[in-house]
């Protein structure tokens, strides 16, 4: 607890400019509807241009069919500008991957990464998880 209480002071200290922000896309999977939820906070240290995002995900099929898994996860974003309205990053980390409730053998983690544009409260994602592609569009909110 002592540890997490010192990051997170070391966090608020720097002279940097940070957010909160919350984003929801929906998108597809090999033809599978695809929904992303996530909330995270992005710390943008002074005289740089990096800015750098620690994300929850939520990602799930919107789908009837019960054999399509979850995934629950965080992960890290560096994103670079491209101007003052919009942003390019790479996105990576580990998910847990849930299949099954009786057969535990079925969930385990994985691990994603890919590429996130945005642009004002826009966003478009290219993400491989679980060796599957998935392509999103959504909304990307910052408090």
């Known amino acids: ?3 997490k209480l010192l990051i997170l002071s070391i966090l608020v200290s720097f002279a940097s400019f940070s957010q909160i922000n919350v984003g929801m896309t929906g ?7 695809l929904a992303t939820i996530s909330i995270g906070y992005k710390i943008q240290p002074d005289n740089s241009k990096l800015s ?5 995900d939520q990602r799930f099929y919107a789908s009837r069919n019960v054999n399509y898994p979850a995934y629950f996860g965080v992960r890290g ?5 491209l101007n003052h309205i919009s942003n390019i ?16 053998y079925l969930n ?7 590429l996130k544009y945005i642009r004002k409260i826009f966003t478009v994602e290219l ?4 060796k599957k592609l998935q ?3 959504g909304f990307y909110h910052k408090f």
């Open 89 to 104: 990053g790479f996105a990576a980390g580990p998910y847990y991957k849930l299949a099954s409730t009786d057969r535990k």
């Open 127 to 130: 993400y491989k998880l679980d």
């Open 77 to 81: 974003i560096v994103s670079y500008p």
């Open 52 to 56: 750098y995002d620690i994300q929850y």
């Open 135 to 137: 392509i999103s569009l």
């Open 1 to 3: 607890m002592k540890i």
């Open 108 to 114: 385990g983690w994985r691990y994603g990464y890919g």
């Open 27 to 33: 998108g597809l999977t090999n033809l599978v509807p």
